[in-house]
């Protein structure tokens, strides 16, 4: 044999040698079946929130929550920091005491130069209590996060900011997410009034590439300026919609497609008139949808569809209530035609009571996204939020930035009779946890009473559980003391879990 044969028998070897030390359970020739995948913490999550405002009036207020996680992994921590200053991950290992070092090299390093520390004082001490950060005016950076070890599982930031005046008042809020590939935003709008902009972070040390599409009622809009857009390692941008096409339409459904990297995506919707909030991503494209929560005392809503794929899509339009699943006179169903946006004027569907829009097909299934754009006040006085449909919470959800005052948390049982568990963390300033369980019957939505912690001061977070029945969705609002200024967060799983396929020796595979 020649050299090079001998070489690729030594690889094949080798890599069988590998391959069967550690191979994953499949099917036996007895036909045993493999034993199940095991739910593991998660060791390390990262998180991106856009900037918050340009208004020299924004307060804006961090909160950083981890609940305890059973089987998490000890030590670790969790930092927040302006986009382009964290520190990169080199794998060296470095202790705590050598983190630590280095934060206050790099603090001493900005007290010298007079340079401004690009993020708000946000310390999380341990899981399972918050800890919050305020920053105010229009120049506060996006920030990126890490955390790993015990403060990894299921960490999950609020961004909240309170602007009294001017375009896009209000109270406005965002959960902050992880980078991605794909994002779509129906909801969106170029119209004369409304102020767009599709923010965009890159939490890497690698150049992001990105295409923002727009589509309109007829179709695809040309906005050759949303082509092949680069975002440099650890920087934000903020697009406005209106400088990517001439076109002004009311509605849009905005496109977010990263060829090269990953971004952080949210759009920023501003009304003169009418206030303004995040549109955060909506649920990726499936032939059934939930959006929960629509307050019970909205005076307007309005749904926004689109059909991404080659099909169209006619779906069922209902209300899952207090009392069950109704349909909205004169909105029974929706036609969705394929690459276009579609939108429904439902007014005040909810009529007093708090509800969750239902979208199933009325015949063959063709992949949708969907929002809300959900309207209180009258008038001068009204204030916009936006409630994109979502995944079920799934194991658990966690929801941070809670007041004693104005938190309102909406949970939906669509499809069958649930129980679900609800625990209030301890205050960030101080307080003991407490926990309620409710039952929710098929069909419906409820706007729970939801638990406080004992001697609460400070804020706390909410961690939704589902203990039995079908599946649940649930999203929080939060709303500004006596005003219509308000906020909502749907509240899919945390991701604090994930599957491990389990593995086991298999020497027989040398001999295949």
Request: net charge negative; aromatic share 4%.
């Amino acid at each position: 044999m020649n050299r090079t044969t001998l070489s690729l028998f030594a690889g094949t070897a080798a890599l069988a040698a590998v391959t069967a030390f550690a191979a994953v359970d499949s099917p036996s020739a007895s036909g045993a079946a493999p034993e199940a995948a095991v739910r593991k913490p998660v060791e390390r999550t990262s998180l991106v929130c856009p900037a918050p405002s340009t208004s020299d009036l924004a307060e804006t207020t961090y909160t950083s929550f981890t609940p305890v996680t059973q089987g998490a992994a000890s030590g670790g921590r969790a930092r927040l920091q302006a986009a382009g200053e964290q520190e990169a991950d080199d794998g060296s290992g470095a202790s705590e005491k050598d983190d630590k070092e280095k934060d206050d090299k790099k603090k001493d390093d900005k007290k010298k130069s007079g340079e401004k520390a690009g993020q708000p004082v946000l310390t999380p001490k341990a899981p399972g209590t918050p800890a919050t950060g305020d920053t105010s005016g229009g120049d506060t950076p996006a920030l990126v996060g890490t955390a790993d070890g015990s403060f990894a599982p299921g960490w999950t930031v609020q961004e909240t900011t309170e602007v009294t005046a001017g375009t896009g008042r209000g109270l406005l809020g965002v959960t902050c997410a992880g980078a991605d590939t794909d994002f779509w935003f129906p909801g969106a709008s170029t119209a004369a009034g409304r102020t767009d902009y599709v923010h965009l972070t890159n939490p890497d040390d690698s150049a992001a590439v990105v295409d923002i599409e727009l589509y309109g009622k007829d179709g695809a809009i040309k906005a050759p300026l949303g082509e092949n857009l680069t975002v440099d390692p650890g920087a934000s941008e903020a697009f406005l919609l209106p400088t990517l096409t001439e076109e002004r339409q009311n509605d849009l459904t905005v496109h977010v497609s990263v060829r090269g990297g990953r971004v952080g995506a949210a759009v920023q919707a501003l009304d003169d008139k009418a206030g303004g909030d995040w549109l955060a991503p909506a649920a990726d494209p499936a032939g059934s949808l939930v959006l929960p929560g629509i307050p019970k005392d909205a005076t307007g809503v309005r749904l926004t569809a689109f059909a991404p794929g080659d099909d169209d899509a006619d779906l069922k339009i209902r209300l899952a209530s207090p009392d069950g699943l109704i349909t909205p006179a004169g909105n029974e169903t929706v036609h969705v035609k394929s690459g276009m946006t579609t939108t429904v004027d439902l007014g005040d569907v909810t009529r007093g009571e708090p509800g969750s829009l239902v979208l199933t097909p009325t015949d063959q299934a063709a992949p949708v996204v969907a929002a809300l754009q959900v309207v209180r006040g009258k008038g001068d006085e009204r204030e916009t939020a936006f409630i994109p449909a979502t995944a079920a919470v799934g194991t658990r959800a966690t929801s941070a930035g809670n007041g004693a005052k104005g938190t309102t948390l909406a949970l939906s049982a669509p499809e069958g009779a649930a129980t679900v568990k609800v625990t209030a963390s301890a205050g960030s300033e101080g307080g003991t946890p407490a926990t309620k369980t409710y039952t929710l019957k098929s069909g419906t939505t409820q706007d729970v009473d939801v638990p406080v912690p004992t001697g609460l001061k400070g804020t706390y977070a909410l961690t939704v559980e589902p203990v039995s029945g079908g599946p649940v969705y649930a999203s929080r609002a939060l709303t500004a003391a006596d005003t219509p200024a308000f906020t909502v967060q749907t509240l899919p799983d945390d991701h604090g879990l994930v599957s491990v396929p389990r593995t086991r020796e298999d020497l027989s595979i040398l001999q295949k």
